[in-house]
């Protein structure tokens, strides 16, 4: 659904840029609160999970997956996001992605950028975690609930993206289209995209779960770990045993500190096998937006792509004949790419966090108090 230029006018365009910047600019400051917080040091833990999140939306945007005669679908990523890092973080992400792609691949146009941001990323992300907390509050307390809720959360976001297009094409299209022909061809399409995408982001939800279901940002309060307190023979009425005093108890599973690496470094592998290898096995056919404005006229008033002529472009490295190493190594370096600036956006917003003013202020206050007293 990566809107090129040409397709929305410019004061609508505009438009879409400002609530864009204003979404971005809202979600950095909410990422520092989910960056920061939550049961079992999730926040701490949401930094480095983001980068990769953010990475892996790139690298499965590569795997076209055909959903009729001549259409493909790609996963949008909004759902997988919100439900994995938290819905601030999650806008992010997906800016991270959408903003790579348009400068370095030429995948949506530059001046389309707002667009794509509100559709793709605000809209799937808000629509996608709104059913997603709704599901919740009303399905029995299993991770399995949470991975069901995911899939419907996914499949949902997608037609809504779909609706926003066909809403921002009614304000500012270029070409003389009837609107209820856009409106049904795209959500019919998008509808059977969205199972794609329910279907990846139910499977990534679950297989993170069933590992780390700390790092379940949406559902971190339903897949807390619950603690069992037992009573000491003491508290029962029992006379102590005489005898050395036993080892102290380990501290709580929830409690425990776990280290992020291996899931971190395995979801690393399988994002660059995504975007290195299985996405020369891509569809080919044009996606759902491409198909819809091809059949409608919409795409008569494309423009050509500002960053065409990058050694990225169309996800292939420039002179390099092999059709297999070209778009291997342009995978490879996409996600490489996303990785790096999505993980260092978060980290500075994280450090901003833990250095905010009134923080500031209060230690600088504190001065010479002892830690302990303070």
């Known amino acids: 659904m990566h809107v090129p230029d040409g397709f929305i006018n410019a004061p609508v365009s505009a438009g879409t840029g400002v609530v864009a910047a204003a979404a971005v600019a809202v979600s950095l400051r909410g990422a520092r609160r989910e960056l920061d917080g939550g049961p079992g040091e999730v926040g701490e833990r949401t930094a480095p999970l983001a980068g ?70 605000v809209v799937t992300v808000l629509v996608a975690y709104a059913v997603f907390r709704g599901l919740l509050r009303v399905l029995p307390r299993r991770r399995s609930m949470v991975t069901g809720a995911s899939f419907v959360a996914a499949l949902v976001s997608v037609p809504a993206a779909a609706v926003a297009f066909t809403a921002i094409y009614a304000l500012g299209g270029t070409t003389d289209v009837a609107l209820g022909k856009v409106f049904g061809a795209m959500v019919g399409v998008h509808v059977l995209i969205g199972i794609g995408e329910a279907v990846i982001t139910a499977a990534t939800v679950g297989a993170v779960a069933a590992v780390r279901p700390d790092l379940v940002y949406a559902a971190r309060d339903r897949l807390a770990v619950r603690l069992e307190l037992r009573p000491s023979p003491l508290s029962a009425g029992q006379d102590a045993a005489p005898g050395p005093a036993p080892d102290p108890a380990p501290a709580p599973v929830a409690a425990r500190r776990r280290s992020l690496r291996p899931l971190w470094i395995s979801g690393l592998v399988v994002t660059l096998l995504c975007a290195g290898g299985l996405s020369f096995y891509a569809s080919s056919s044009p996606d759902g937006l491409e198909k819809v404005a091809a059949d409608n006229g919409i795409d008569k008033k494309e423009q050509k792509h500002a960053a065409e002529d990058s050694p990225l472009a169309d996800y292939g490295v420039k002179d390099i ?45 504190a001065g010479s108090v002892p830690a302990a007293e303070r």
């Open 52 to 121: 990769l999140v953010a990475a892996f939306i790139f690298a499965v945007q590569m795997l076209n997956f055909p959903v009729a005669a001549g259409t493909s679908g790609h996963l949008l990523g909004g759902a997988l996001a919100a439900i994995l890092v938290g819905p601030y973080t999650g806008v992010l992400c997906v800016s991270v992605v959408l903003l790579l792609q348009g400068v370095l691949f030429a995948d949506g146009g530059l001046t389309a950028l707002g667009t794509n941001i509100t559709d793709m990323g």
């Open 321 to 365: 004949a092999d059709t297999r190493l070209s778009g291997g190594l342009a995978g490879v370096i996409g996600v490489g790419a996303t990785l790096a600036v999505g993980s260092g956006v978060f980290l500075v917003v994280r450090r901003r966090r833990d250095r905010s003013p009134a923080e500031a202020t209060e230690a600088g206050s």
